[in-house]
């Protein structure tokens, strides 16, 4: 199956900026969701930022418009994810996840399932 694989998560103050990285090994669809998700002790996890690959549609949550930046790599089964401006709010563990049969609208609300792939996760902690 698909490998997801993030990279890029750390520690920063309030105001800084991290990349996050991902890649999608053994993608073998022309059209798909690539998406990043978050999730906070005790919270929901959310969808931060996706790209529908094939189209190039980009959707990202209000909360991080304007800050954050998503964009597929010269590789089409990877992906960037430019944070700027970062708050205490961001941290949580993200992990970006594929999915072929999601619509575009939907790339940002993926659950698990049988035919989608998640990553192990990479930690970004962002101090006051």
């Known amino acids: 199956g698909v490998l997801m694989v993030e990279s890029g998560g750390g520690s920063v103050q309030a105001g800084g900026s991290l990349m996050l990285n991902c890649t999608a090994s053994?993608?073998?669809?022309?059209?798909?969701?690539l998406a990043w998700f978050r999730q906070a002790p005790g919270k929901e996890r959310e969808g931060v930022a996706a790209i529908y690959v094939g189209t190039g549609g980009k959707f990202y949550a209000d909360s991080v418009k304007g800050r954050f930046t998503i964009s597929q790599g010269d590789a089409k089964n990877t992906m960037s994810l430019r944070m700027n401006s970062l708050k205490p709010d961001d941290s949580g563990t993200y992990t970006c996840?594929?999915?072929?049969?999601?619509?575009?609208?939907?790339?940002?609300?993926?659950?698990?399932?049988?035919?989608?792939?998640w990553g192990q996760g990479t930690q970004v902690t962002v101090s006051s």
């Open positions: 053994g993608m073998f669809y022309s059209t798909y969701c």
């Open positions: 996840a594929s999915d072929p049969h999601a619509s575009p609208s939907s790339c940002l609300y993926l659950q698990y399932n049988r035919d989608n792939w």
